[in-house]
């Protein structure tokens, strides 16, 4: 026997354990076992190790089970709760779109009539308009920035 | 494909489109049950991998929530244990390297006393002790091991993976999968030479 055909057993050897062997394969291997002490020595110590690696236990307890569903449970409520918060937001924002740009006309006339009626001039209402337009944005900004400030706050301190 | 093998085929294939399916609607009594059902394939996939039972415990929480969150990205045309592998497997990962700047590869080798390993089944005291005995030698040896070896080695010999969902999860080529479990075989056997006598 060749060093070739122990490589070539050895290989096959581990190839059966791993994918399985062609019919062929299983044949020539088989004799080559029949006449090779140190590769059947070789072949029975694979068995061994596979069967050994199948048969070690490791379970999970129940409380670690219990405690990730819980944990998985209140993270789907809060990416529920996150999403419905989302939704609300963004049909608050396309309201908000339609109103303004259905009331922004009513109310440039009626800016333009009260500097008529109060004989200030044309750059002082304009003014005045804008800032009428803005103030609730910067209002709503101002409050957004201040609460994520502080729920921020609160999960840094539910963290710790 | 005959009759059974077809039978079969379509019965997982349907199992995995629920999955999906519930996956994406983030169906919390689904997620109960697969944390049921893959609760000791994916902890010991993991303590393999972390190289302790703690931190394992700790990935297997992090894992569920990982796949509520991402679980839309499943697709349901591959079997749900792969993409679950694949997430735990990148999970702990990430975890690793923040810990320590580090790769798989140094990962677990400590800890391997650590193992509480629970014995099943009835048996003798004896054989509970041989047993443990054996089931201790092997970790120790696999511990020993590099690390996508041993990887290699649990998802084939305990997950019973095919070698295709082994190259899946860890994202490397058959044929890359294939050496790591030969060359893995070849350091433990002396290792474990005489095991189980």
Not at chain 2, 80 to 99: E, G, H, P, Q, Y
Not at chain 2, 144 to 164: D, Q
């Amino acid at each position: 026997m060749t060093q070739d055909s122990h490589e070539q057993a050895r290989e096959w050897i581990a190839s059966a354990g791993v994918e399985g062997l062609a019919g062929l394969q299983q044949a020539w291997l088989r004799s080559h076992l029949e006449g090779c002490p140190s590769c059947r020595e070789y072949a029975e110590a694979a068995e061994q190790l596979v069967r050994s690696l199948r048969a070690v236990p490791v379970a999970a307890d129940r409380f670690l089970v219990r405690r990730t569903q819980l944990r998985v449970r209140a993270r789907a409520r809060e990416l529920r709760q996150r999403r419905e918060r989302f939704a609300l937001v963004i049909l608050s924002c396309a309201l908000v779109a339609i109103s303004s740009a259905l009331s922004t006309t009513l109310v440039w006339q009626g800016f333009e009539w009260l500097g008529r009626w109060t004989q200030l001039p044309n750059p002082v209402w304009q003014v005045g308009f804008v800032l009428f337009w803005i103030a609730p944005t910067i209002a709503a900004s101002v409050l957004f920035l201040a609460h994520g400030t502080h729920l921020s706050g609160i999960n840094r301190s539910s963290r710790g | 494909m005959n009759a059974t093998a077809c039978y079969f085929v379509t019965g997982m294939e349907q199992e995995n489109g629920e999955i999906a399916r519930g996956l994406r609607r983030r169906d919390a009594d689904l997620l109960d049950r697969l944390i049921e059902q893959y609760q000791h394939r994916l902890l010991r996939y993991l303590i393999y991998l972390a190289g302790n039972r703690e931190t394992a415990e700790d990935l297997f929480q992090e894992t569920w929530l990982r796949v509520l969150e991402r679980g839309g990205q499943y697709d349901g045309k591959h079997n749900f244990s792969t993409w679950l592998f694949a997430v735990a497997r990148n999970l702990t990962i990430d975890v690793l390297r923040k810990k320590k700047p580090v790769s798989l590869d140094t990962a677990g080798t400590e800890g391997a006393e650590a193992w509480d390993i629970p014995a099943t089944g009835q048996a003798s005291a004896f054989d509970l002790v041989a047993e443990q005995a054996q089931s201790e030698r092997v970790t120790r040896a696999l511990y020993g091991i590099p690390s996508e070896y041993r990887e290699a080695l649990v998802l084939r010999f305990h997950e019973e993976l095919s070698l295709n969902e082994i190259a899946a999860i860890t994202r490397v080529p058959l044929g890359t999968v294939k050496s790591r479990i030969y060359r893995g075989l070849n350091i433990l056997m002396p290792r474990l030479k005489g095991a189980g006598e």
